[in-house]
C-alpha cells in the first residue's frame, strides 16, 4: 500500500528508533547536536529540557531499541492513528489524519509542552538524516555507552 501524499512520516524502523533515542535520552542528544554543528560551522542553539529518561532503551543489533515498538505500533494502527506501510526496503510509518487531530490536540496542551519541543528540536536536527546515518552516528559518539554494551543491556546515562 502507498501512503498518500499529504501523509508526512518516518521512513524506517530503525530512523524511528534513533530519533526517539535522542527524544528520551537529551543528554546524549546534545553531545551529537554539538558535534553536527561543530562539523556543520554553527547554528542557533536552542535548549532542551534535560529531564530523566522516563523509559530506558536497550542494545540491540542496530543500536538503541525499545522492545515494545512492534507491540505499540500494532496498537497505533489497530487504533487508526497511524498507516504502516513498507512501499520498498523500509517500513514507512505515518498518522492518519485522526492521528494527526489527536497529536494536535496532546500538543496544545501545557503538560507535553517539554516534550513537543525537545521532539521538534530532534527533529529540527536529525530529521533529515537517514536511519543508518543515525546509528553509525551513534554508535561513533557512544561507543561505550551503546555500541560496546552486551545485547538487551539497559541504556543509561
Not at 500538543?107 to 543515525?134: H, I, W, Y
Amino acid at each position: 500500500m502507498l501512503l498518500p501524499e499529504r501523509l508526512e512520516g518516518i521512513e524506517g524502523l530503525t530512523k524511528m528508533a534513533k530519533l526517539d533515542f535522542f527524544a528520551r535520552y537529551p543528554e546524549f542528544f546534545e553531545t551529537a547536536r554539538h558535534e553536527l554543528e561543530q562539523s556543520l560551522a554553527s547554528s542557533p542553539n536552542e535548549a532542551v529540557n534535560q529531564s530523566p529518561v522516563e523509559s530506558a532503551m536497550v542494545r540491540h543489533h542496530y543500536g538503541p531499541w525499545d522492545k515494545r515498538y512492534y507491540h505499540v505500533l500494532a496498537y497505533l494502527e489497530a487504533k487508526g492513528l497511524i498507516v504502516i506501510s513498507k512501499p520498498g526496503k523500509a517500513y514507512q510509518i505515518a498518522l492518519t489524519d485522526v492521528g494527526s487531530m489527536r497529536a494536535s490536540a496532546l500538543q496544545a496542551r501545557p503538560s507535553f509542552a517539554s516534550l513537543v519541543e525537545r521532539m521538534r528540536v530532534v527533529k529540527k536536527t536529525f530529521g533529515g538524516k537517514s536511519g543508518n546515518a543515525l546509528k553509525t552516528l551513534i554508535y561513533r559518539l557512544f561507543e561505550a555507552e551503546v555500541g560496546n554494551r552486551p545485547l538487551g543491556e539497559v541504556i543509561s546515562k
